[in-house]
């Protein structure tokens, strides 16, 4: 018999959206799953908005003020989209309320915030997953295998980076993600956070880094009305951008290999240029996100003049299996976020971890932490362990 699980979502944006989607299409990928989310309610500040939600997605009940849905008797876990500023203060109530909670990166403005978070979910016995989707590409966890099976021998360096032009345009309007109090950190937080989690999931834990910041955008136009994803304020009230638009960090690793994270929300010309480059003593693997489903692949015993081939991942890499018959059918984004619902799912209905966790959240944090601490005085930083 399979369970129905009442499910919320709090903050209905872009990303509340994405979610819920997620939720609607998870049995159909993944059947056996053992559990059926119902949406009973969604809740969402801006007027109207959760309304709307409601009678587009079906859930059954809207309300404006996230502590209607902590009250719910029926909710028993609940995806946290809201802006960055509000992810603790949500995330513990929740946790505390016995809710499960899947939450978005990066999990607050602080270290202190996502540890609060994480100790919140280990005290109430929940589960927690965290938005870390990049790593949930099949390509993603194929080239992990291939770096921890000692295929590419000894890992020597890597290169991460995270380009996108969605703060390029100068009309960008100022909304809580340009912010200190509202958004914390920027490109950091959004951007550089996905490239601390996939530099720790492939290559291990970070020892030391070196990071530098630049603002290249100083001011944009503040709002007059309720914005949603990276909405246009030409001509308004022009106020300061508080937090980076790029950064450019040196890693060492606990392995002694070395590596480059660069991230930019200013690249004009560059359209969700994600992706990573791992070098080793043998061969190397190369990944784009604009081509999700292909790996570049160098093995062998060559070294010089060694030929780099094209794989495309198939249904025996991942989670592909659940979504495509043969390689070289596309999976996209919106497919990592069911990957991501799956094991969110999986973790309640098992009471195990699958997925990104609240640890992994923390560890991000840390490394964020160690960057913003690194530009502003200049030198290397210790990435303590956590």
Not at 136 to 151: K, Q
Not at 298 to 305: H, P
């Amino acid at each position: 018999m399979v369970d129905t699980l009442g499910v919320a979502v709090v903050g209905f944006g872009w990303m509340g959206r994405v979610h819920t989607q997620a939720y609607a299409r998870v049995l159909h990928h993944y059947p056996r799953l053992g559990l059926r989310p119902e949406l009973v309610a969604v809740a969402e500040e801006v007027p109207g908005r959760a309304e709307e939600a409601a009678a587009q997605y079906g859930f059954a009940s809207a309300a404006r003020d996230w502590r209607a849905v902590a009250a719910d008797p029926r909710v028993r876990a609940v995806s946290i989209t809201a802006p960055n500023f509000l992810h603790r203060e949500i995330g513990v109530a929740m946790a505390e309320a016995g809710k499960h909670i899947w939450i978005e990166k990066p999990v607050g403005l602080t270290v202190a915030d996502a540890r609060a978070v994480a100790d919140a979910v280990a005290e109430a016995g929940v589960q927690g997953t965290v938005g870390f989707n990049y790593r949930n590409a099949p390509a993603v966890e194929t080239a992990r295998g291939l770096i921890t099976s000692g295929e590419l021998g000894r890992i020597t360096h890597a290169r991460i980076r995270l380009f996108s032009d969605y703060a390029a345009h100068p009309e960008g309007a100022l909304t809580w993600r340009y912010e200190r109090e509202r958004g914390g950190s920027g490109v950091l937080g959004d951007l550089a956070s996905h490239g601390a989690d996939l530099a720790r999931y492939l290559l291990g834990d970070l020892a030391s880094l070196t990071a530098d910041t630049a603002v290249f955008v100083p001011e944009r136009a503040r709002p007059t009305g309720a914005t949603a994803g990276h909405s246009r304020a030409a001509g308004g009230e022009l106020g300061p951008v508080e937090n980076e638009d790029y950064v450019n960090c040196l890693l060492r690793f606990a392995s002694g290999a070395r590596g480059v994270l660069e991230a930019c929300r200013v690249s004009v010309g560059e359209q969700n240029n994600y992706g990573f480059e791992v070098h080793g003593t043998k061969g190397a693997v190369f990944w784009d996100f604009r081509r999700m489903n292909e790996l570049g692949v160098s093995r062998g015993d060559r070294y010089q003049d060694q030929p780099v081939s094209t794989v495309y991942v198939g249904p025996g890499d991942g989670e592909f299996g659940a979504f495509q018959p043969g390689a070289a059918n596309a999976m996209g984004y919106d497919d990592l976020k069911v990957v991501e619902a799956h094991r969110f799912l999986r973790s309640i209905a098992e009471g195990t971890p699958h997925g990104a966790t609240l640890a992994d959240a923390v560890h991000s944090a840390v490394v964020l932490d160690a960057m913003a601490r690194s530009a502003e005085s200049g030198t290397w930083v210790d990435v303590t362990a956590v």
